[in-house]
């Protein structure tokens, strides 16, 4: 059974969403939709690449990834249709998509231009329900990619917040919040391992964000007091700074792109 997989900033109050996939079933019955997320915020291009470059893996290959997050609809950016890891995914070209396509170095992106299989009025303000969603139909109908249009190599590319690092620190950024106001950062475990090797334990690094000293990683939430903040690293297997029983987004008054320092213990 085919499946398609929706990642949007519509929210849930608008009929939007049922709109896409009421196209997408008028389409093909058979399929199989599952929402990931419609709670990106509204318009935040990086944000959605976070979601679906993190959760696309969890999905069998060959699922066909919808992922609108489109400020720029109706202008002159270009609907695409990516090939990579194994999976399919659709959205503007706005760098939304660079994520999963960074990841596989033998992407393969198409360009959608095929408007037979576009619906037959194109709105100049919904072409999530009026291109995206048809052309996700007809590929999980089994219509080749390259049917959809010309492969491409000039796609847009998102600028990702990097870190640095030194023999004692590094230095990130928050990355994304959730609805618990956990803070996840752009630090990975593998790059936290700099700083906790050789013979350097979790509780020997220091986390710096808001103006807080936070004292090593913990091992599960609760291991933190109510009311203290911790960091722990999330089922992202990312450096994540949380608040126990609380918003560490709004005690810590950090949001996204702010700064997180990590240190080994007594290096300041």
């Known amino acids: 059974m085919a499946l398609i997989t929706l990642t ?20 093909n019955g058979s399929v199989q939709i599952v929402d990931i997320s419609h709670g990106i915020t509204s318009q935040d291009i990086l944000e959605g690449a976070f979601v679906i470059s993190t959760s ?23 609907p695409i249709l990516v090939k990579a890891s194994g ?11 660079s994520w999963v ?23 100049a303000t919904f072409h999530g329900r ?21 492969e491409i190599h000039d796609y847009v590319r998102l600028h990702v917040p990097k870190i640095t690092k030194g023999a004692n620190y590094i230095s990130g950024s928050v990355l994304y919040i959730d609805r618990f106001g956990n803070m ?53 297997d990312l450096l994540e700074i949380y608040v126990y029983r609380g918003n560490a987004s709004k005690i810590l008054n950090v949001g996204k792109g702010d700064i997180v320092e990590v240190r080994r213990r007594n290096e300041r």
């Open 101 to 123: 396509i960074d990841a596989d170095p033998a992407v393969r992106v198409i360009e959608v231009t095929a408007e037979e299989y576009f619906l037959k009025k194109v709105s």
């Open 184 to 236: 996840i950062t752009n630090i990975s475990a593998g790059v936290l391992n700099h700083l906790m090797s050789p013979g350097i334990s979790a509780s020997n690094i220091s986390i710096r964000v808001g103006g807080v000293d936070i004292a090593g990683l913990k091992r599960y939430y609760a291991e933190a007091v109510p009311g203290e903040p911790g960091a722990i690293i999330s089922s992202f």
């Open 87 to 97: 999976h399919y995914f659709m959205g503007p070209d706005n760098g939304v998509l």
């Open 8 to 27: 949007t900033d519509f929210g849930l109050k608008d009929p939007f969403v049922g709109m896409m996939k009421g196209v997408i079933y008028s389409i």
């Open 56 to 78: 696309y893996r969890f999905f069998p290959e060959g699922t066909i990834h919808l992922v609108i997050v489109d400020p720029g609809v109706g202008g002159s950016r270009r």
């Open 130 to 150: 009026d291109i995206f969603a048809p052309v996700a139909a007809w590929l999980s109908t089994g219509v080749e990619p390259d049917s959809f249009g010309h």
